[in-house]
């Protein structure tokens, strides 16, 4: 069975452009999050899904924004890109939207870089 | 503000060492705490999630172990091997978005 499934692997992007990462998450599971993780910290949560709506939003700009299919794949899309969004974006899955108990599952990442 | 320190940052070991990585956090109306592996480069792998009703979870050579009124959760690592070597972070869900508060990670070398 597949896991989390993220696309691109790895994606260089000039200042000002826009850049659209997608997950795939784990058959069954209704909840996905996405997260920024700068070389040397933890990641920082972004964004939640569940069953299409926003759950949660971290602390980010505007320029960050996302959607759940009816599938549930997600998009991350990034505006307006900056040297400081050049990050390892992991996407985590989960089976339903209560954060108490549920194990987060997460892809390989999509590795960013902004020139 | 909501808080989770790893110490150490950073730590080799010869193979075959009993070892313990340590997680502390501030929030004490945690829901769960979870632990890590991540590999240079690579997405994490969840190892271990205790919830706040538990003291531990083991899995192989790994033990986890929650202290909520101390705020604390150790990772115990037996007869460390080679493969071990990653960064390992714990993960803290708290307060009322249940967000994931994350740690900086301890990075482990386990030399042969």
Known sequence: ???????????????????TLRCSPISGHKS??????????????????YEKEERGRGNFPDRFSAR???????????????????ALYLCASSPSGRGGTDTQYFGPGTRLTVL | KQEVTQIPAALSVPEGENLVLNCSFTDSAIYNLQ?????????LTSLLLIQSSQREQTSGRL????DKSSGRSTLYIAASQPGDSATYLCA?????NRKLIWGLGTSLAVNP
Do not use: C, M
């Open chain 2, 63 to 66: 033990n986890a172990s929650l």
């Open chain 1, 32 to 49: 996905v999050s996405w997260y920024q993780q700068v070389l040397g910290q933890g990641p920082q949560f972004i964004f939640q899904y």
């Open chain 2, 92 to 96: 803290e869900r708290a307060g009322n």
């Open chain 2, 35 to 43: 632990w890590f592996r991540q590999d240079p480069g690579k997405g």
């Open chain 1, 1 to 19: 069975d597949a896991g989390v499934t993220q696309s691109p692997t790895h994606l260089i992007k000039t200042r000002g452009q826009h850049v």
């Open chain 1, 68 to 86: 759940q299919f009816p599938n549930y794949s997600s998009e991350l899309n990034v505006n307006a890109l900056l040297l400081g969004d050049s």
